[in-house]
């Protein structure tokens, strides 16, 4: 079983809304609680870029193209980070990737695909 598992991903109109998620089902509590998280896209040839990070103790920062469409979150209990995807546009298209790293270790999700179509 992978470190992360993302999940969410799909196709939608341009202005429609995903709710992207990536559990860590192998950390324990304790562990998840000390992440430091972020969910990353990337879109056929094109790098692999930041959209959100959140750290540990809940510091959050978005990229510029996010521009208050998307909000970030995690749930210790549940050991998950979320991605709320609203107002998207076709360039939102791509794979999402979730990443955790701490002193155990750094971790990459398989990736989630994201269709926005126009």
């Known amino acids: 079983q992978p470190q992360l598992v993302e999940s969410g991903g799909g196709s939608v109109q341009a202005g429609g809304s995903l709710r992207l998620s990536c559990r860590a089902p192998?950390?324990?509590?304790?562990?998840?609680?000390?992440?430091?998280m972020g969910w990353y896209r990337q879109a056929p040839g094109k790098q692999r870029e930041m959209v959100a990070t959140?750290?540990?103790?809940?510091?959050?920062e978005y990229a510029e193209f996010v521009d208050g469409r998307f909000i970030i979150s995690r749930d210790g209990r549940k050991k998950t980070m979320y991605l709320e995807m609203n107002r998207l546009k076709a360039e939102d298209s791509g794979v999402y990737y979730c990443?955790?790293?701490?002193?155990?270790?750094?971790?990459w999700g398989q990736g989630t695909q994201v269709t926005v179509s126009s």
């Open positions: 990443n955790t790293f701490s002193a155990y270790g750094n971790y």
């Open positions: 192998r950390m324990i509590t304790s562990v998840f609680s000390v992440q430091n």
């Open positions: 959140i750290t540990d103790s809940g510091v959050i």
